[in-house]
Each structure stands twice: as structure tokens, then as C-alpha cells.
């Protein structure tokens, strides 16, 4: 037989990473809170935090502003990568 029996669960299972998905957290019929409810009282979700981070540089790029600084900032550096003279004045703006 494949997997843990119940009693397992109750025994063992203490923590339980998600990536935030929708069907792992919640309120209702969610599988963090079903296992709760029916095995795990004790049990503690914990988000992915790469996953957390993913989200919120999404979240920023998706303001204007910010895409506006990022292409700022490319140019820049194409900029003062061009030649060695032009890094070198980017550099000594740099130090003000």
C-alpha cells in the first residue's frame, strides 16, 4: 500500500508547504483546511516564499511606473556599456 494511513498522519504531520494556489488555501474546501478539520488539527501551512516573490515583482511590473524605471535603467546601462569612456563618465556621475 502506497501513502500514509491516517494514524500516520496524525502522528507525523506537522507542516505542509504550498505555492498559494487557491486549492491548497482557504477558508472552506480548501486541502490545508480539510486536513485540519478531518486528520491534522495541529497542522501548520506555510507559503513558498520564492512563490511570494514571484508574485509581488509580477504585481510591480504590472505598474507603469515601474516598467518605466526598468527601461530607464536598461538604457542606462547599454549606455555606459557602449564604450569605456562612456563608463567611465557614467561611473564618475555615479560618485556625486
Do not use: D
Request: with cysteine; aromatic share 10%; net charge positive.
Amino acid at each position: 500500500m502506497w501513502g500514509l494511513s491516517q494514524n500516520e498522519i496524525v502522528e507525523h504531520l506537522v507542516c505542509l508547504r504550498t505555492n498559494g494556489a487557491s486549492t491548497f488555501q482557504g477558508v472552506k474546501f480548501e486541502i490545508i483546511v480539510l486536513m485540519r478539520i478531518e486528520q491534522a488539527p495541529y497542522l501548520i501551512e506555510i507559503h513558498c516564499m520564492s512563490c511570494r516573490v514571484n508574485l509581488v515583482v509580477k504585481i510591480l511590473f504590472s505598474i507603469l511606473m515601474v516598467s518605466e524605471l526598468k527601461i530607464l535603467f536598461q538604457s542606462l546601462y547599454g549606455y555606459s556599456s557602449s564604450s569605456p569612456k562612456c563608463h567611465v563618465e557614467f561611473q564618475k556621475f555615479a560618485k556625486i
